[in-house]
């Protein structure tokens, strides 16, 4: 039995308005980059051809990538929230699963950053006694975000004990 | 303790001072102070050719003024702190310029720490440090420095009171000291070392005295023979640094774990240790999350282990302390670290001794791993030979090879798991071996995780959360779905929903 044991995908996936925000954050980060490779290459070299090709499949492929990230990790990205525990899975190359039980759960907080907001997306954040057990659930609709922060606080409440 | 009344009814009495024998141990600690200073000004004065009469008085003056100003200082705080224990909770307050109250509920209490440096003992007088198990910056210790020792013992008592108080240990300590476990003391990476760190911390000393010429021709006196002779005297300094370094080791064991006797009273753990400063820890039980059978390298070749604790509340070790807060024993033979670990844990030691191994994948795993770091490592010893004529440089990869295939087959050989009745138990490390048996129902959620390559071999890390300790706990490389029905078994329950088992459909 054991060789055949898997775990099944957490049920919801984030928003599908994560897909344009995880981009717009990567375009942030990778066009500077990009455009940094170009200029050095414009003002600082001979613009020799050779590294000129070099240079450009450099910037097509960091712009590529902001793209394309976002997209992959929107598929992998998954959570659920029973009424025993928090449950999500994240990564790409390396898979992460994580299961918090709710009597364990200490704090729950959301947080929207400012980009975030123009998306009407937040992120929920779940810590439990440990330093090591913090659970994130990334770029949910806000309203759903507040109400699932509100669920999980009245849920955890109701538990008794000091939750170590 | 129903004897004590709660705040509400005792409004603001019951406050009680830290001991007045304080003053005369600080004025004792303050001659420490008053040395090194006199020794500053008697090289300054010295130089000076002042009268004879002149100097002394300065000494003398200074310190007069120094121990004037510690007994002040100590006066003031010894009448600014205050403590008191009512029924619910223990309350201090100090603070001579910022006045500070703090108070913490006392079923918050996990480990009371008691100590005495050899000053305090021949006052009669003890430290006392209270542990919660906040983890919240400095608020997870309430100090009194200092409490007469019977103040001390008493508090200690009421505060880890239970129910069933007065019953004795029925089956005698679980551990006591046996003066032949300081063979083990030497086997540690201080004894090669640090001879060579005293010798740097004297020369600082001697340089601070101004006898920095003194030292600066010794060492290069001794930097000539090692030139002129390096067979006779590499060798022979090295044999020096050992010995040296072993002598250390000795004392430093004699030091922390003389005396030392770790008992189980009802509900909570006592531990018992020093010579000069004499340390008491009392430890609840209900906050063990579970023990740790230590064993790195040189200590394991030695036949020895050590048991820690994993536990919530314990404070982390002050900077002056020669020893891990959390360590339960010193050094002791192996079959004794895991009799006492397994009676602490309340498993059986064959326990330890039986973990399931982890599947071939995990060794293979480990050994390409080496494989391509002495490939990596050699290619670029190759570049750095083309630029640079440096042949020894190959010396490198030479040696990574063998050492990295050792550290791949014995990290490969450590690892393993099992599930006791309350406890689950994992093993990992090649160099610093280590055992963990962490409660079961301290586990406060699970990681899983998978990389790439550990995703090809079928493998998987699981980790267990956890309040105490270092707060997660790996079970490394050890099979996916074994992995999987290992946490599922541990935490019945948790990870049922989620699981998808052969033949049976995903429930969505």
């Known amino acids: ?164 | 303790m129903s004897g004590l009344p709660s705040a509400e009814e005792s409004g603001d009495a019951g406050w009680a001072p830290l001991s007045g024998r304080s003053l005369w141990a600080s004025g004792v600690k303050s001659l420490v102070i008053v040395a090194g200073a006199v020794a500053g000004l008697l090289r300054l004065l010295l130089g000076r050719d002042w009268p004879v009469g002149g100097i002394v008085a300065a000494c003398a003056g200074a310190a007069v003024l120094i121990v004037a100003a510690v007994l002040a200082y100590d006066g003031a705080r010894l009448r600014t702190t205050r403590w008191r224990l009512t029924r619910e909770r223990l309350e201090l307050r100090s603070g001579i310029t910022v006045r500070q109250h703090r108070s913490i509920p006392r079923d918050r209490v996990r480990s009371v720490d008691l100590r005495a440096d050899p000053v305090c003992r021949a006052f009669g007088l003890s430290v006392v440090k209270v542990g919660t198990g906040e983890h919240a910056g400095e608020d997870d210790e309430l100090v009194l420095d200092p409490l007469s020792k019977h103040e001390a013992e008493a508090l200690r008592r009421t505060l880890l009171r239970q129910e069933h108080e007065g019953a004795a240990s029925q089956d005698g300590p679980l551990a006591e000291l046996r003066w032949s476990w300081i063979r083990y003391a030497p086997l540690s990476v201080w004894t090669f070392t640090g001879a060579a760190l005293l010798l740097g911390g004297l020369y600082k000393v001697l340089d601070s005295f101004g006898l920095k010429g003194l030292a600066g021709r010794a060492a290069s006196g001794l930097w000539d023979w090692v030139t002129a002779q390096p067979l006779v005297a590499v060798p022979l300094l090295l044999a020096v640094n050992a010995v040296a370094g072993a002598l250390g080791a000795a004392l430093l064991f004699a030091e922390s774990w003389a005396r030392y006797r770790l008992e189980r009273e009802p509900g909570r753990l006592r531990l018992r240790r020093g010579l000069l400063t004499v340390r008491s820890l009392t430890l609840q039980e209900r906050r063990l999350r579970g023990v740790e059978l230590s064993e790195p390298l040189l200590l394991r070749m030695g036949g020895g282990a050590r048991v820690k604790t994993v536990a919530t509340g314990l404070g982390k070790a002050g900077e002056h302390e020669t020893e891990d807060v959390a360590a339960l024993t010193p050094p002791v033979p192996r079959a004794l670290a895991a009799q006492v670990a397994a009676r602490i844990a309340g498993v059986s030691p064959a326990v330890f001794a039986a973990l399931a191994p982890h599947p071939r994948a995990a060794r293979r795993r480990r050994i390409v791993r080496a494989l391509a770091t002495f490939a990596v490592l050699s290619a670029a010893t190759a570049l750095a030979t083309l630029l640079l004529p440096v042949p020894w440089l190959w010396l490198v990869p030479a040696v990574a090879l063998p050492a990295g295939l050792w550290v791949a087959v014995a990290g490969a050989a450590s690892l393993g798991h099992a599930l006791g009745e309350r406890h689950l138990l994992a093993r990992r490390g090649a160099v610093a071996r280590r055992t963990i048996a962490l409660e079961r129902r301290g586990i406060s959620g699970w990681t899983f995780s998978e990389s790439y390559f550990q995703r090809r071999s079928g493998l998987l890390t699981v980790s267990a959360a956890t309040a105490a300790g270092k707060g997660r706990y790996d079970v490394v490389d050890v099979g996916h779905g074994d992995g999987l029905d290992l946490a599922a078994r541990a935490v019945p329950g948790l990870l049922e929903p989620f699981l998808v088992r052969d033949g049976t459909p995903a429930r969505q």
């Open chain 1, 1 to 164: 039995m054991s060789a055949s044991t898997r775990l099944r995908p957490p049920r919801n996936q984030a928003d599908p308005r994560a897909v344009p925000w995880w981009t717009v954050q990567w375009l942030i980060l990778m066009v500077p980059v990009a455009a940094a490779a170009v200029a050095a290459y414009w003002i600082l070299t001979e613009r020799p051809v050779l590294l000129g090709a070099g240079v450009a499949v450099f910037a097509a492929g960091c712009v590529a990538l902001a793209l394309v990230a976002p997209r992959a990790y929107y598929r992998v990205e998954r959570w659920e929230v029973t009424d025993q525990a928090v449950y999500t899975r994240k990564g790409w190359l390396r898979h992460t699963w994580k299961v918090a039980p709710m009597s364990r759960i200490q704090r729950v907080d959301t947080a929207r950053g400012p980009v975030q907001r123009l998306f009407g997306l937040a992120d929920v954040t779940v810590t439990t006694a440990s330093s090591a057990g913090a659970i994130k659930i990334e770029a949910l609709d806000h309203e759903l975000a507040a109400e699932l922060a509100e669920r999980l606080t009245a849920i955890t409440q109701a538990t008794p004990g000091d939750a170590t």
